[in-house]
């Protein structure tokens, strides 16, 4: 192998890094409200979208200084999230897992329209957090943003650790995913943690929007095919697994890169889709779950 | 099949007899042809959804399938258009058990997730692979469709000849509601545990009516194809796909008639919304066509929460309880009265 060859796989793995992380922060979304309702949130995607646009306009228009437009825009994007929960899915009496998921696809269609709506069709360019300069790494360059992708991802990971290990509230979240009956008579209010699942979903989401939108630039169609990845991701990793969809969330976006550089860029966009297919067909439980958990998993 | 469904076939077979005198105008009529195919997918769809109780959000790329299966075969080798629909059919047909045999094997709806992913693929295809597909300029030169020698070519023929394969479709699935796979259906829709120890074999049932919606909506893909008489992916995309969805959820999921009458009304309303956008104007309100998508997720938003059941049966029911509420309060009032 030829050094410049190596430095080639070195830049597509750099490029699949910065994307496979939003593809696992999408995909700990997903998982999130799947396992506080054992739905699949349609509109996880528009929340991604949402972050990207919301944080454009704040830097760029309103020109707020970065930390404080992504404090901001979190917020924004956690309070529409805690929104939906509250107006769309708390009130409905009698839940039938069909109603919930055309209800979650309603959501994300209005989203949707409000975006295209606030920000028009064309993509929005947001500058990037710190330099543009490319950092020079054995023959690959490397931009400051995706090390700024890399270390947030590490950061919410870590979060999430500490968050569902060592706070009650984490705790109780947990005790609702594994059985809601059964928290419940332990005394844990079951649609607050079902509120705060899509909160914290929301608010992930925007961060994933927020890092990556110096990078692709937003628009506001990009949500289901951001979506549908993520959820790639999050059924590779099994279905409510976190660690797991954080894995494959970065294979995928590695993968993804390679067949863009090796294969066709056409088709790049299909290499996450054919993968959640073939999961789906083969180890629909995933690479990290257990098939005796997936026969009994229900969405 | 029961009075209310012959009477059912019946209205829609003496709407599409008199419609196109009412309508008149060539471009009213061809409005309501592409209804008619919306009418057909979604009588598939809502087989899938209402009795299977599995959502597909990638109908759309089953059209596109049967779409460009009659435009490539007929443009580039030739291929009678029937003959080449036959073909979109199996396609389909075959591309749907391929998707069914994991996921309906499994619980939940991963079968959303695999037509979501499967129709982002056929999009992407459409668009890539510029050699079969032409890309997104698409193919031109369709043939016009031709029965016994007699050319669809007027807007009057095409339209008799699309409601009628509508009708057609709309019988064979009152039909296969009330057979003994119909009835299968409505148990797995039930309880799925109860009816599989009934010996209703949910999985291979499940995946028939899949099969089933496929082709539906494969013949209205080729159909939309001999019309149109031009393809591009555009048409196929992902928010196509979800708004069939809305139109079997808006009009009810769990019964053809619901389903079939919320396709015909979401097919007119941007018609609706372009009349009321001219009124508007005059008060110098200014309504631009790209709100449609708003209004479609505020219309299905709204019946998801309050109509579940869907318009068509919810407004029957909120008929009927107003009603009772009228004899009961009237008949009060009368006794006061004495």
């Given at each position: ?299 | 099949m029961k009075i209310k469904d012959y009477v059912g076939i019946g209205i829609v077979m003496a709407a599409v ?22 009418c057909l997918?979604c009588t598939g769809l809502c087989l899938l959804m209402g009795y299977a109780g ?109 409601w009628?394969?509508v009708v057609a479709g709309l019988l064979l699935a009152v039909n296969l509601i009330h057979s003994r796979v119909g009835r299968g259906l409505q148990a797995i829709h039930g309880?799925?545990?109860?009816a599989?120890?009934?010996?209703v074999?949910?999985?291979?049932d499940?995946?028939?009516v899949?099969?089933l919606s496929?082709?539906y ?31 079997v959820?808006?009009g009810g999921l769990h019964n053809i008639w619901g389903a079939f009458s919320g396709a015909l ?44 059941e869907g318009l068509f049966e919810g407004l029957s029911r909120l008929l009927k309880?107003?009603f ?15």
């Open positions: 192998m030829t050094s410049s060859s190596f430095s080639d796989i070195l830049q597509f793995f750099f490029m699949g890094l910065q994307r496979g992380c939003i593809y696992a922060l999408a995909a700990m979304g997903f998982n999130m409200i799947y396992n506080a309702t054992g739905i699949i949130n349609f509109a996880q995607g528009e929340f991604v979208v949402l972050g990207g646009l919301m944080m454009v306009t704040l830097t760029m228009a309103v020109k707020l200084p970065i930390p404080l437009a992504f404090l901001s825009t979190t917020v924004f994007v956690t309070l529409v999230g805690i929104a939906m929960e509250r107006f769309t899915i708390n009130p409905v009496k009698h839940p039938t897992v069909l109603r919930l998921i055309i209800i979650t696809i309603a959501v994300s269609i209005i989203i949707k329209g409000l975006a295209m709506c606030f920000w028009g069709k064309n993509s929005h360019f947001m500058r990037h957090f710190s330099s543009t300069e490319t950092l020079d790494f054995y023959g690959a360059t490397i931009l400051p943003q995706t090390l700024w992708i890399i270390g947030i991802l590490l950061l919410i990971v870590a979060g999430y650790i500490y968050f569902f290990n060592y706070t009650m509230t984490g705790k109780c979240m947990r005790a609702c995913a594994i059985n809601r009956d059964a928290a419940r008579l332990a005394g844990i209010n079951d649609r607050k943690m079902v509120m705060l699942s899509f909160a914290l979903s929301a608010g992930i989401g925007a961060i994933a929007g927020i890092i990556i939108t110096p990078i692709i630039q937003m628009d506001y169609a990009r949500g289901a095919l951001l979506g549908i990845k993520g959820f790639g991701a999050a059924v590779l990793g099994g279905l409510g697994n976190s660690m797991g969809a954080i894995i494959a969330g970065v294979f995928i976006g590695i993968l993804e890169a390679l067949a863009a550089g090796y294969i066709s860029s056409h088709y790049m966009d299909a290499i996450a889709l054919i993968i959640l297919m073939l999961v789906l067909f083969v180890r629909p439980s995933g690479i990290f779950g257990s098939s005796e958990a997936m026969r009994l998993k229900e969405f | 007899a008199v419609a196109p005198k009412l309508v008149g105008n060539e471009y009213y009529l061809g409005v309501l042809i592409f209804a008619a195919l919306n997918t599995q959502i597909s959000i990638g109908h759309g790329a089953f059209i596109a399938v049967g779409a460009y299966t009659s435009a490539v075969l007929t443009t580039k080798l030739g291929w009678s258009p029937w003959t080449a629909m036959g073909c979109g059919v199996i396609l389909a047909a075959g591309i749907a058990v391929f998707m069914g045999l994991p996921t309906m094997r499994l619980k939940g709806h991963y079968l959303a997730m695999a037509t979501l992913g499967f129709a982002s693929i056929i999009h992407i295809v459409a668009v890539a692979a510029v050699d079969v597909t032409g890309g997104p300029s698409g193919i031109t030169g369709i043939p016009r469709l031709q029965l016994f020698g007699f050319v669809l070519n007027s807007d009057t023929r095409n339209f008799y000849f699309y009628g394969i309880s799925e545990d109860a599989a120890s009934l010996g074999n949910i999985a291979v499940k995946i028939k899949l099969v496929a082709v909506a494969s013949i209205s893909g080729s159909l939309y194809a001999h019309y149109v008489l031009f393809i591009d992916p555009g048409p196929f995309d992902v928010m196509h796909s979800v708004l069939l969805v809305t139109m959820a808006v009304l979401l097919s007119l309303l941007p018609e609706g919304l372009s009349f009321l956008s001219e009124y508007l104007q005059t008060f110098d309100i200014r309504y631009r066509t790209d709100y449609d998508t708003l209004i479609y997720g505020g219309i299905l938003l709204l019946i998801m929460l309050f109509l579940p309880t107003v009772s509420l009228r004899r009961k309060w009237g008949g009060g009032l009368a006794r006061h009265a004495e």
